[in-house]
């Protein structure tokens, strides 16, 4: 009864439900990873506004003032101007070579490459968010038919009351009958309390407190292609960390052009105003470092590095989806039969099951049957689910190595 109270309120205040489509909206809008993954996107945009401005101007003074008394200027006073002299120069470096508009194209890449990692993040997530709702619904579901066995047993036991008040029964079938009720009150707990301990996960990923429950009439099931070659065709295309790469690979031929634009030195160039000694004076200033040692040869050779390892990170995660779809499928469809060949089960199981309990209550047979057959029931009731959530386990894990848990989410 207990068991009972329990679960009724527990339906009561989780009114919310939750498909696996919508746990995957939420946690795109709420999930605290999602959101901290989406400042390095603003992050990585302040680049191109670093980037696209230019070098500051450099403003520089030197005054220089005759310091012994007799050195001064006939009649005059130590601060007169001409007792000193004074240097102004005014200077703006230069880039050379496109340099900025090299910095500007790394800085855009990188952005879309920053787009690309959050899409790959996405993508970790909604699988992670999918098999914790997938816990939580099988979960719901044993607890679903332990309380059926359990009502089943209930009603059994007021009619056994009843007959063994007539002495139609011995106390040992009564007993019997209350011993297996004890155990389905246990496993109802027990089961009860799974459920609320994976709806608290399920909240945590999704970024949300309130109480909300698994829709468990939800079948979600995403139409996804028959043909194995399609799916491969469509995951190296578009898959997100295909794209990741991709992007690296984008960053890294643009930072070449980037390294090689900065061997060239940057000339700085200005004027000058000096007036000596109140003798005024105005030139011009230019420098430029000569490029003997450093040309840059380091950065240059290590972006040619970085773009050979993206592009050998890519041809391995080619060939990594090739076996994960490969494996993702097969098990799917495998999966997909064993779940078919238990719709048969399932009929048997109960039609077994009433037939024992009629014939019990009809004097048939005995109270050892029953609990048999009662037994059997919930036992093939367990494993159907149990297949059910491999079937489902195999349906995410195929949407994931895939790629199209994202659109999942829209």
């Known amino acids: 009864m207990g068991v009972c109270i ?39 945009q302040t680049g191109i506004t670093s980037a696209k401005l230019r070098p500051n101007p450099i403003l520089n003074n030197q005054t220089l003032q005759l310091i012994k008394h007799t050195q001064l200027f006939p009649n005059t006073d130590w601060y007169n101007t001409k007792n000193r002299q004074v240097w102004w120069q005014l200077t703006k470096p230069f880039q050379t070579t496109a340099q900025r508009t090299y910095k500007i194209e790394v800085a855009t890449k990188n952005v879309a490459y920053t787009n690309q990692y959050y899409f790959e993040t996405e993508r970790n ?98 139409t996804i292609a028959s ?48 007036p000596q000694n109140a003798i005024p004076y105005f030139g011009i200033f230019a420098t430029i470092e000569l490029p003997i040692f450093n040309r840059n040869q380091g950065e240059i050779k290590k972006s040619y590095l970085l773009k050979e390892q993206a592009e050998k990170q890519l041809f ?18 495998l999966q997909q039969q064993n779940l078919e060949s238990f719709n048969f089960l399932l009929q048997q199981s109960q039609t077994i099951l009433d037939n024992v309990k009629y014939a019990y209550l009809k004097g048939g047979t005995t109270i050892v049957d029953f609990l048999e057959a009662q037994r059997s029931w919930l036992e093939t009731q367990q494993q159907y689910y149990e297949a059910n959530q491999s079937y489902r386990q195999s349906y995410i894990q195929l949407l994931y190595v895939t790629g199209l848990i994202n659109q999942l989410a829209q």
């Open 6 to 44: 329990l679960c009724h309120c527990l339906k009561a205040i989780a009114q919310d439900k939750y498909t696996l489509q919508k746990s995957l909206q939420t946690a795109r809008n709420n999930n605290p990873t999602l959101k901290t993954e989406q400042l390095n996107i603003s992050i990585a």
């Open 125 to 222: 997530l909604f699988a992670e968010v999918s098999i914790k709702w997938l816990e939580v619904w099988i979960a719901q579901k044993k607890l679903d038919i332990i309380q059926i066995a359990k009502t089943n047993i209930d009603s059994l036991i007021i009619k056994n009351q009843i007959r063994y008040k007539n002495e139609v029964i011995t106390q040992t079938d009564l007993f019997r009958t209350e011993l297996l009720a004890k155990q389905f009150s246990i496993q109802a707990k027990t089961a009860s309390q799974d459920v609320i301990n994976r709806l608290d996960e399920l909240k945590l990923l999704l970024g949300i407190q309130e109480q909300i429950s698994v829709d468990t009439r939800d079948s979600t099931l995403f």
């Open 227 to 274: 043909n194995i070659d399609n799916l491969l065709a469509q995951s190296l295309q578009s898959r997100s960390d295909i794209q990741t790469i991709k992007s690296l690979i984008e960053v890294a031929s643009s930072n070449i052009k980037l390294q090689k634009s900065l061997a060239f030195p940057q000339p700085e160039i200005g004027f000058i105003w000096n």
């Open 316 to 333: 391995v995660t080619q060939s990594k989806i090739q076996t994960e779809i490969k494996v993702a499928f097969a098990n799917f469809q």
